[in-house]
Structures are given as structure tokens and as C-alpha cells.
């Protein structure tokens, strides 16, 4: 429904050093998803301590984390 935000997880670890870029591409070949969907994608290093989040924000894509 409009205005609801889904929150995807990425299943596998994935290494903390990509940026927008490699995020965005994990996002569209792996989970087959739409980044400008206004949804949030996290990702999580192989030790379970960092996480990242990418979004878009209507100027641009966000990674926070």
C-alpha cells in the first residue's frame, strides 16, 4: 500500500568497503529489486557488527551505516 515502507534484508554477508554502487548492483542482480522504489535495503558484514542501509531519496541514492 501507498506510503509503507518495506525493509529487504540481503542473506548473505557482504563486504562493508562497497559503496553506493556495489550495493546497488547486489540490490538489482541479487534480490531482483527496484532500489528507486523508495524501500530500504540493508546489508550486514560477515561477523553480524555492521550494517548498511541503501535508499533513494529523490535527489539520489543514500547508503547510511
Known amino acids: 500500500p501507498e506510503g509503507q515502507v518495506r525493509v529487504h534484508v540481503y542473506g548473505r554477508p557482504t563486504d562493508m568497503r562497497k559503496s553506493f554502487d556495489g550495493l546497488y548492483a547486489l540490490t538489482c542482480q541479487e534480490l531482483g529489486q527496484n532500489v ?5 535495503f540493508t546489508f550486514i558484514n560477515r561477523r553480524a557488527t555492521q550494517i548498511k542501509v541503501l535508499y533513494f531519496d529523490r535527489t539520489g ?3 547510511d551505516g
Open 61 to 63: 541514492l543514500c547508503v
Open 36 to 40: 528507486l522504489s523508495g524501500n530500504l
